[in-house]
């Protein structure tokens, strides 16, 4: 790489982004056929039909390689459902991720369920196997796990923990689709996966998510809980299609058990299955355009990828809310607030310090009373507080200090990335500018 400017622009020096490709950023890529499939839907007035659903959740279980798939009206209730699936009910724990999306885990209040936030790793930013053993206990009914910005999570350290003890997996694949652990897609691993496919995720296709499982009995927990129109209770306007087998659950056909609707609206269906057809062929083109990006920066000081190895088995899915991982004890201290600051100096708004909140900290966690008990639904049921104040999970506090944004390339230009590159190259560089 060339030698770049000696001024930050920050310092009043020229920018290091000379315009904003916006096509390079654009996301979902939508052609004719979403429009058409979408458009087909609304014409037949099917939109809470079941019929491309159906078909929809049997490709995508084609392509996870998994006997089972539930579509779901979105990530959240897809996630809330292989809970209650699982078994979590009141007065149990669920071991999940402080480094997360709230929906990986705040329903399991509603389930009368404590959270038991675990820490994650400095490198991937997920769950960290050595922080959760010891946080099982006789009532831990699951483990919640995420493939946090399409970085892998390493299942094997994880399912070896959770067949020790007895202890279901639920992978919350939001960020993940089509990313590889060891060479097989995650949300394969564990006993049930669900997932967000809201339009702002790496798979988008509206407001909808995904259940996927081997597992018949918890295929037959998720449909009995929020898919009442699929359980055996003959009715005009939705016909049985007999898929409980499990006699208990069919005693309640008709009336859904956890008195939700899960159904995804069919426009988003439609369009998943056509998004589907490319989304291989689009994903290893973000890979492309994500490692290209990686390698240019390969060897700066601060800056790592928040990657696999490249030509690795593991992948990086379609690389959802890309990140980079800062060490600023490499660059003199200087804080990664100024150092983002600097970077959108640079011509790059997007770029900020840290992820998503830590949310063992948050006081829904620690104070909510959801079902009007006097007390936090956290300790109301449980038998042990599992509650923790700041700086009980060091890592996952200082994201704002260990990790920012990186531009999310849709598409492998060399020249515009090179130019992105250069941004975060200068400013590293050139990080003594920005001290004291
Ligand atoms: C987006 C997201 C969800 C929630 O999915 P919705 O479709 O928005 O309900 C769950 N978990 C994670 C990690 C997410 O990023």
Not at 347 to 360: D, Q, S, V, W
Request: aromatic share 8%; proline share 6%.
């Amino acid at each position: 790489m060339k030698k770049t400017p000696k001024t930050l622009a920050i310092a009043g020096g020229p920018q290091a982004i000379k315009k904003t490709p916006e096509a390079v950023f654009h996301w979902p890529i939508v052609t004719k056929a979403d429009e058409n499939a979408v458009l087909d839907v609304l014409r037949r007035g099917t939109m809470s039909g079941t019929d491309i659903t159906k078909q929809f959740e049997r490709e995508i279980a084609e392509w996870m390689g998994m006997k089972f798939a539930l579509g779901y009206c979105n990530g959240t209730e897809s996630l809330r459902a292989a809970m209650w699936a699982c078994g979590l009910g009141a007065g149990d724990e669920m071991i999940c991720p402080s480094m997360t999306y709230w929906a990986s885990c705040t329903a399991a209040l509603t389930l009368g369920a404590a959270v038991n936030f675990a820490d994650i790793l400095p490198d991937t930013l997920c769950i960290d196997p050595a922080d959760i053993e010891h946080r099982i206990g006789p009532r831990t009914k699951a483990i919640m796990v995420v493939h946090y910005c399409g970085h892998p999570c390493d299942m094997t350290a994880i399912m070896r923990i959770a067949r020790k003890h007895k202890v279901k997996v639920i992978e919350d694949v939001s960020h993940a689709q089509g990313a590889l652990f060891k060479g097989k897609k995650v949300g394969t691993f564990g006993d049930i996966a669900a997932m967000s496919m809201m339009a702002g995720k790496s798979f988008a296709i509206g407001e909808a998510g995904m259940m996927v499982t081997n597992n018949r009995d918890l295929y037959e927990r998720c449909v009995a809980y929020g898919h009442y129109e699929r359980t055996g209770l003959p009715s005009n306007y939705n016909p049985t299609d007999r898929s409980i087998r499990n006699p208990a659950l069919n005693h309640f056909a008709g009336l859904p058990l956890g008195g939700y609707k899960h159904r995804m609206n069919q426009t988003c269906s439609a369009m998943g299955r056509v998004q589907l057809k490319h989304y291989d062929k689009r994903i290893t083109e973000i890979q492309a355009a994500m490692n290209r990006f990686w390698d240019l920066l390969e060897g700066v000081p601060g800056l790592r990828a928040h990657r696999t190895p490249p030509g690795g088995k593991s992948t990086m899915g379609g690389w959802y809310a890309a990140r980079g991982l800062y060490r600023g004890e490499e660059l003199g201290g200087l804080s990664c607030a100024k150092f983002c600051a600097a970077i959108r100096a640079e011509g790059i708004p997007t770029c900020n310090p840290g992820a998503n909140f830590p949310l063992h900290l948050h006081a829904v966690y620690h104070d909510a009373d959801l079902f009007n008990q006097g007390q936090p639904t956290m300790i109301a049921f449980g038998q042990r507080d599992v509650r923790q104040g700041p700086g009980s999970l060091p890592v996952a506090e200082k994201i704002h200090e260990i990790a920012y944004s990186v531009p999310w390339f849709k598409h492998d230009r060399p020249a515009v990335i090179k130019q992105y590159a250069q941004a975060y190259r200068k400013v590293a560089e050139h990080a003594d500018q920005l001290l004291g």
